[in-house]
């Protein structure tokens, strides 16, 4: 299907009223949401509802048509604010054309309620009368029945089609627009009475004027009435086909009634069907809207033989002679087409002109055929002139005819977007409309169409399943996927795509509240309300964050390390700006960091991205992402499980639990979920032997810890864990030999010699002791962080940068910690003989730090033991150079 692509196509940034209507709809899509409704069963198990309680059933359409109702006021406050001065002036151009979408919003909300209330009756009704059998159930349910007005109402209740027709019938006649019907004037015909008295008096005759009063004299004379009676009446009668247009034939009688007229008021009522309590023992249905009269006091009333009335109508509609007005009221009264379209102007006069027939003619149909009291009076020997446009017998064969119109206005109107929907909901193919959306959403992208419709759309979705309709679950869920996606497109709505993601089935919302995340680049405040907000419509947290975490990690990471394996190392300024690259990484992790759960997960991605920021140098980054943790980031049960890999040495990790520091127990390949067991279990109970534990006395604990995470073996987050603190380590080392190296540039000439010296020997020992204790000395990314997993491509990958880090970090610490000792002999002597003693450091086997001197490489083919040595030959010869002195 094409849809309008002119007046609805999405050209420019959402204005302000867009803004608040989208908000206003989305607030009681909220308030819903939060409130104690009847559980709605998807309609696939509609066999279920038959059953339920009509209480029930009438409880869901209550709350459905209220929810409506509160789209009708949404509306009516959009329509109330275009209409006044404000709305004219801040949209001076497009005012009249919002006005009018906003009108047929409106009234595509009142057409759903009605038809969806009588099919949501219908699917739960007992009686469930099919097309097939729908004759034969009327024509011996009628049998029982003597008078119309009753056998009308049992068809209603009978024939769903029909009782839909009447319910569109009266939709169309409540949202009619409003018009100016001609005021009351008291007596008949006073200008033609006065000007034959006139006439009378000077004993003149006006041979085009009538000579008689009756109402039929200008028929019988073939004469006009005076000028002036002759406006009115023409007036008149377009005012009673408005009032009939609009459902107000009371009012038009009424009209009739005021101005002296009662014999056409008379004419217009012989339209109600014939009923007489005493003959079938009922009460009238004051509700039902067949009659001119609702008084259900009488005890007979209606016309006998309405068939002979509906003639009668006929012929006054096929005389040329009389006003087009009149003409036409008294065609549709009868059933006829030809003289109503000709006045028809709109979409909607046109199909409320043929259902009003359609109806008619159905009825009269069925009333025909069925047993009678009385005998219709035979009208086939009278002549009328025979229609031009055939009376439709269904709404799919009026839809028909009214798509192949001619008439160009009437055309437009036709595909205008909000009167696509209400056709389609008439003629019962919503569905066949969302499929077509929806694949026209896919060609076309979201862009391209009108947010607002999308968001009218979305709404009319979610209620068709409220009421339990028939609906393409997936043609639904691609155009909520849809509106979605738009939603995060604009600033102004971006905390309502959590509402409406929810509305997804399965793992759907997940992904797409995912994907949304990760294009968002605010602060952590702002990003962790939309965790809130998805926490709040039940979305899957744990899957969002982890799974934007993932996406963003996995779109923005480094590929390849070729450059880097081929050229020199080149270290960031530990204080250089980030790249919006690297910024992005670092608030990946800061999703997985909401949930304290997580931290253990978001350890491995932690050392994981530290590991590729180092590999290129990227030490402000490295330093930016550790920056960015929480606090509490470091868990003890880390620090428990990483002991038997060796020695911390890291001051601010220490053990302090006397029963951990000798805890051994650990076995390094049961899940991390059963040491997570364990290490509570011993922190609650400290006086027992950690030695000899039964795991079966605390297998059934609840750990507040992330699933997925309790089943990667311990060695996993313990290995992690132990790397995430030389890495740490690492960092620490660089910027405090970039401290030290800017101090050393910064020597005074004369003044505060004394002073930038005490700070000089402070800045150099720290430097030496995180660069030699915890780097040198700690077998740095040695064999305790190394993982060995048989086929695992992730396993490799990872001990292969661990593997050219060493080769990288390694020489470069060993350069600085000599750059540090033999540039800073000058304020304390001893350190140029630790400078040449660094031979020895380098000569320990347990340290391996060897290797990764002599390692070649395209940079270095004979490694970069050859630069190392040229720095000892530097020291050993300022020592001699010193000795001489």
Not at 191 to 199: C, R
Not at 258 to 280: C, H, Q, T, V
Not at 309 to 328: F, V
Not at 793 to 802: A, L, V
């Amino acid at each position: 299907m094409e849809h309008n692509k002119s007046s609805f196509m999405f050209q420019e940034p959402v204005d302000e009223y867009d803004n608040e209507a989208i908000l206003l709809f989305s607030d009681m899509e909220d308030l819903q949401q939060s409130q104690t409704i009847p559980n709605m069963e998807n309609h696939k198990s509609l066999n279920n509802i038959i059953c339920e309680d009509e209480k029930k059933i009438d409880a869901k359409i209550n709350f459905n048509n209220l929810k409506i109702q509160k789209y009708i006021e949404i509306c009516n406050s959009r329509i109330k604010y275009f209409n006044s001065c404000e709305g004219k002036e801040s949209y001076p151009h497009e005012y009249e054309d919002l006005l009018q979408r906003w009108n047929l919003e409106k009234n595509t909300w009142d057409l759903a309620k009605s038809i969806y209330s009588i099919r949501m009756y219908d699917y739960n009704s007992a009686l469930t009368v099919t097309s097939s059998n729908l004759t034969n159930y009327l024509k011996e349910s009628l049998k029982e029945i003597k008078t119309d007005y009753y056998k009308v109402q049992k068809i209603f209740e009978a024939d769903k089609h029909l009782a839909e027709s009447l319910a569109i019938k009266t939709w169309l006649e409540n949202s009619a627009p409003k018009t100016r019907y001609i005021e009351t004037r008291p007596g008949y015909w006073p200008f033609t009475k006065k000007e034959i008295e006139i006439s009378n008096k000077k004993s003149e005759t006006n041979k085009t004027l009538v000579t008689q009063l009756d109402p039929d004299a200008t028929t019988r004379q073939q004469k006009n009435l005076a000028f002036e009676d002759q406006e009115y009446e023409r007036l008149m009668f377009q005012s009673l086909f408005d009032y009939l247009r609009r459902g107000k034939l009371r009012d038009a009688m009424l009209l009739c009634i005021k101005n002296d007229e009662p014999w056409r008021a008379a004419s217009l009522r012989g339209g109600m069907y014939f009923f007489d309590n005493n003959i079938d023992n009922n009460s009238i249905d004051s509700s039902l809207e067949l009659s001119a009269s609702n008084n259900s006091n009488f005890l007979t009333g209606g016309n006998i033989n309405r068939e002979l009335w509906k003639y009668m109508c006929s012929a006054i509609a096929c005389d040329n002679n009389r006003n087009i007005y009149e003409r036409s009221l008294y065609g549709i009264l009868s059933g006829r087409l030809d003289e109503a379209l000709t006045i028809c102007n709109t979409w909607e006069d046109v199909l409320w002109a043929e259902i009003t027939c359609m109806i008619e003619q159905n009825l009269s149909n069925i009333l025909l055929g069925s047993e009678n009291m009385f005998e219709a009076v035979n009208t086939q020997s009278l002549e009328n002139s025979i229609q031009k446009a055939t009376v439709s017998s269904s709404l799919a064969d009026i839809f028909f005819k009214l798509n192949s119109y001619s008439e160009n206005e009437i055309k437009k109107q036709i595909s205008d977007p909000f009167r696509e929907v209400q056709a389609a909901l008439m003629n019962d193919n919503f569905n066949d409309y969302i499929k077509n959306y929806a694949a026209d959403l896919r060609d076309r992208g979201v862009g391209s169409f009108d947010l607002q419709f999308l968001r009218f759309l979305v709404h009319l979705i979610l209620i068709t399943r409220q009421y339990n309709q028939p609906i393409d679950e997936m043609a639904g869920d691609s155009i909520i996927s849809s509106y979605v996606q738009a939603l995060s497109l604009s600033e102004s709505h971006k905390a309502l795509i959590a509402l409406y993601a929810s509305k997804l089935p399965g793992n759907l919302p997940n992904l797409l509240y995912s994907e949304f995340l990760t294009k968002q680049s605010d602060g952590v405040e702002s990003r962790l309300i939309y965790i809130q907000l998805a926490e709040q419509y039940k979305l899957n947290t744990n899957f969002i964050v982890k799974n934007t975490a993932l996406r963003i990690l996995e779109n923005h990471c480094y590929k390849s390390y070729n450059d880097v394996m081929n050229n020199e190392l080149e270290i960031s300024n530990v204080d250089g700006a980030l790249t919006l690259e690297e910024v992005s990484l670092i608030r990946a992790i800061e999703w997985l960091n909401f949930y304290p759960y997580l931290y253990s997960y978001s350890l491995l991605q932690v050392v994981s991205l530290v590991r590729k920021f180092m590999i290129y140098g990227r030490v402000n980054a490295a330093v930016a992402l550790f920056n960015s943790l929480p606090d509490n980031f470091v868990q003890s049960s880390w620090r428990y499980a990483a002991l038997g890999l060796g020695s911390i040495n890291h001051g601010d990790f220490s053990v302090d639990n006397e029963s951990f520091k000798s805890l051994r127990v650990i076995d390094q390949s049961k899940s991390w979920g059963e040491t997570l067991k364990l290490i509570q279990f011993i922190t609650n109970n400290p006086e027992l032997d950690s030695s000899d534990i039964d795991y079966n006395l605390f297998k059934d604990t609840i750990l507040d810890e992330d699933s997925e995470t309790q089943q990667w073996p311990t060695a996993v987050i313990s290995t992690a864990f132990y790397e995430y603190i030389q890495l740490l380590s690492l960092c620490d080392g660089i910027i405090a030999f970039n401290k030290y190296k800017a101090h050393m540039k910064d020597k005074p000439h004369s003044d505060n010699k004394s002073e930038w010296f005490m700070v000089a020997i402070d800045l150099t020992n720290s430097a030496e002791n995180i660069i030699r204790q915890r780097v040198l000395e700690a077998d740095w990314l040695g064999s305790s962080v190394m993982l060995f997993e048989k086929n695992s491509t992730q396993t490799e990958y990872r001990n292969f940068e661990i593997e050219l880090l060493r080769k990288q970090y390694i020489p470069y610490c060993v350069f600085s910690l000599h750059d540090i000792l033999f540039e800073s002999h000058s304020y304390i002597p001893r350190n140029l003989k630790r400078s040449l003693d660094i031979a020895q450091l380098v000569a320990d086997d347990t340290h391996n730090i060897s290797g990764e001197l002599t390692a070649t490489s395209n940079q270095y083919p004979n490694g970069k033991m050859h630069k190392f040595l040229q720095l000892i030959r530097k020291s050993a010869l300022e020592m001699l150079k010193e000795q001489e002195q």
